[in-house]
């Protein structure tokens, strides 16, 4: 992400800050984890069951209690709420549900002023959702700047706002130099972009944690230690086995994000990569007022590859991304979740970042499972004669925009023609893509060629170029 001009510390320091780092994810290690609820034993009847208890799970099974109170909703979880995506990303909550302007005009241009407004619908019902139910997951609407550490993206930024304000989108301001290091100082900043009401930081797990209490308090039965392995057809509903039992319901939403899903047609819709983060230690006062960050903004680098990063509320930062990790044949294992290589990595970037916080250590490197799929973006759809329903591919976008999905699930399970079911996003689907071997040679190709961009002025090859023109790509 940096300069080459901008040089690092002390060589040894990165990888010294990592000495004492917990291979653990940072937000699930809080005192407020719940304990985990028993496993369902026996058979289940309800009117709704959901698969995941990630945020899609969790909102669907929500937001159907506050539709019908009367439903009865059953959600299953094969590990514990909130242990996955949900509990493992970086906090950002963002109001996008198209993965960012940029990726919305180039794939639905007639609809995105539409979609912005739907968007930031859905991160006002997040902010009502958590007042209303009480949960205390550090929600700050404290907007995101985009920032350039190489000239071209100076000029892609000033692009992207006169975009935004052709569409009237408000709240976007471009920074120059010396305003972006006013709000953040670090030397690799030349620029920014400051979506100022469009992003809320927010403790990941906190907010799993809390919509797994307001949905017990609403009346949902949850099991975890729960995966649903098999789904069929029963009657007028499904069933799914489940260990230890089975559940028979008249309708399912699936919200399995990168884990196989129980609709195996999706599958080649979804290759799981993997993400990595570290957070430091408690910066001290000092330290902060050497970098500013007063107005406490969720930053991200405009590069191919780019890192985000942001303070928690005791005062920490969360420094993650750049590396997309494809492992073979696309599974999800726990063993994939450390990759020493991207922490070393990641640190020397942190300090070429922040030279000045030169000392600093980290105290936990985590890493977890993202559901790609090749449009950046969540799509969505039924199955099992409209009574299944499912909402993937957010492709690490989904803190805000599962909400939305759980929405679109509710709907398309109730066969409403609803603003929401008529978009051409939730109508379409991505490509799918292709099967192994050609999968990862292609991952690969696109990888590299994404470096050589990042190296190139922004300036993408013959192969990116294909890509672009036949709607597949990858990003993290």
């Known amino acids: 992400m940096a300069r080459a001009d901008v040089p690092y510390p002390s060589e040894a320091s990165p990888v010294h800050a990592l000495a004492d780092a917990t291979p653990r994810p940072f937000w699930l290690e809080d005192p407020a984890r719940p304990h985990a609820l028993p496993a369902l034993v026996g ?52 109001a996008s549900l198209t993965h960012g302007l940029g990726n919305g005009l180039s794939r639905w241009p007639g609809e995105l002023a539409e979609l912005e407004e739907l968007g930031a619908r859905n991160l006002d019902g997040i902010e009502d959702a958590v007042a209303r139910h009480g949960i205390d997951c550090d929600f700050e609407r404290t907007g995101e700047i985009d920032v350039a550490t190489a000239p071209h993206q100076v000029a892609e930024l000033r692009e992207m706002a006169e ?34 009401t469009g992003v809320a930081m927010l403790h990941p797990a906190k907010l799993a944690w809390g919509l797994k209490r307001a949905c017990l308090s609403l009346g949902v039965r949850i099991y975890e230690h729960t995966p649903g392995t098999r789904l069929s057809s029963r009657g007028a509903g499904i069933a799914v086995r489940t260990p230890y039992g089975r559940v028979f319901a008249r309708h399912a939403a699936l919200g399995t994000n990168a884990f196989p899903s129980l609709v195996r047609r999706v599958r080649p819709y979804i290759a799981p990569v993997y993400d990595h983060a570290l957070m430091t230690e408690p910066l001290s006062a000092e330290q902060l007022a050497a970098i500013g960050w007063k107005n406490r903004q969720g930053l991200s680098d405009s590069a191919n590859h780019f890192h985000y990063f942001r303070i928690t509320a005791d005062h920490r930062i969360l420094w993650g991304g750049y590396d997309i990790i494809h492992r073979y044949g696309g599974g999800v294992r726990a063993e994939y979740d450390h990759h020493p290589a991207t ?5 020397h970037h942190f300090f070429r970042c922040f030279p000045q916080l030169e000392g600093l250590r980290f105290s936990h490197a985590w890493g977890g499972a993202i559901d790609t799929c090749s449009r950046f973006s969540a799509f969505f759809g039924t199955a099992h004669g409209g009574r299944v329903a499912y909402a993937l591919g957010y492709t690490g976008l989904g803190v805000g925009a599962t909400r939305f999905g759980a929405d679109v699930m509710l709907d398309l399970l109730s066969g409403e023609r609803t603003a929401r079911t008529e978009l ?44 672009d023109k036949v709607g597949l790509g990858f990003d993290s």
């Open 43 to 94: 058979d289940e009847r309800c009117d709704l069951l959901v698969v995941g208890g990630g945020y899609s799970g969790l909102w669907t099974a929500l937001l159907a209690k506050e539709r019908d109170p009367q439903r009865d909703v059953v959600l299953i979880e094969g590990q514990e709420v909130g242990w996955a995506a949900s509990g493992r990303n970086g906090g950002f909550c963002a």
């Open 163 to 196: 975009e935004a304000a052709q569409l009237g989108l408000e709240g976007r301001e471009f920074l120059d130099r010396e305003a972006v290091r006013a709000e953040v100082d670090s030397p690799t900043f030349l620029a920014g972009l400051w979506d100022r």
């Open 343 to 347: 922490y070393r990595k990641l640190a």
């Open 424 to 467: 051409e996003m939730v109508r379409t689907k991505p490509l799918p893509f292709p099967p192994e071997p050609v999968r990862s040679l292609g991952i690969g190709l696109t990888q590299w060629s994404m470096t050589r961009a990042d190296e190139n002025g922004g300036r993408r090859n013959l192969w990116l170029k294909a890509m």
